[in-house]
């Protein structure tokens, strides 16, 4: 595989798994104007995902397109970050059944837009032309997505003692799978050798700041990290990703070569 179009991809799986994540409230906001924002932010980052897989599948002729790349892929084969496929819940096994909690969604955009508003700034300058207008255009939309997130992570934390609650258990869950942000994978470190991405461990204090001024105004406590880092950008993923992709895969599968 071409190693631009493997890095290409992490940007593109990133992408569409949490799009179709944020696309699950859709109909279930807690309230309307919330449950547009959301389908907004998912609408973005399906956007993102197409022009990006679109991209790879350029570079990696043959039959690939955008949709084999989204659709007739297996869940070992994305390389997205485990945050992103963890369910609208607390730490529950993949088949079980909860309430989403609005909280843990707004935490987990707000981790992953922070870190993205830098990755989309720096690869601007990517020596991949169209990657670099890729990221032109992701990062007006990455900027409005961490405003949003940013906005209700306080509204909530400085809230009532249910809110803030809240969100304290939601940040307690989610920061340890960020660790995975500062880990360089195979082929993020050969596209920064390449000058086509950026090395994530320089935005590691950008994103420090970010994170502890707003957690700071939300009145929450950012906890301190131990244990296991992990490895979905590598093709290692809880059990969550496959529940995930077997709702988005499967009317793709069940009529491949349709058209409408």
Not at 32 to 46: F, G, T
Not at 141 to 158: F, I, K, N, P, Q
Not at 235 to 257: C, I, K, N, Y
Request: net charge negative; charged share 20%; hydrophobic share 45%.
């Amino acid at each position: 595989m071409s190693t631009t179009a493997d890095y290409i991809l992490h940007l593109a799986d990133n992408a569409v798994v949490l799009g179709q994540r944020n696309a699950e409230w859709c109909g279930h906001g807690p309230i309307l104007e919330e449950d547009l924002a959301l389908a907004n932010v998912s609408l973005d980052l399906i956007g993102q995902a197409r022009l990006l897989y679109q991209r790879a599948a350029t570079l990696l002729g043959g039959d690939a397109t955008e949709d084999s790349l989204a659709y007739f892929r297996d869940a070992a084969e994305f390389r997205n970050y485990t945050l992103l496929e963890l369910p609208h819940h607390g730490p529950l096994v993949g088949y079980a059944a909860s309430d989403r909690d609005y909280a843990t969604t707004i935490v987990r955009n707000f981790l992953y837009s922070a870190l993205m508003v830098q990755l989309w700034d720096g690869l601007t300058k990517s020596s991949d032309s169209e990657l670099a207008a890729i990221a032109a255009k992701s990062l007006k939309e990455a900027s409005y997505h961490l405003h949003h997130a940013r906005d209700w992570l306080v509204r909530l934390g400085d809230g009532t003692d249910e809110s803030h609650a809240r969100v304290q258990a939601a940040v307690d869950h989610l920061m340890p799978y960020t660790e995975e942000f500062w880990t360089p994978s195979p082929a993020e470190s050969t596209a920064v050798a390449a000058g086509v991405g950026v090395d994530v461990r320089t935005l590691r204090a950008g994103w420090d700041a970010l994170v502890n001024d707003a957690f700071a105004e939300a009145t929450v406590t950012r906890p301190a990290f131990r244990g296991y880092i992990t490895e979905g950008k590598v093709g290692v993923h809880s059990e969550h990703l496959g529940f995930l992709l077997t709702e988005m895969q499967s009317l793709a599968r069940a009529h491949p070569g349709a058209t409408w």
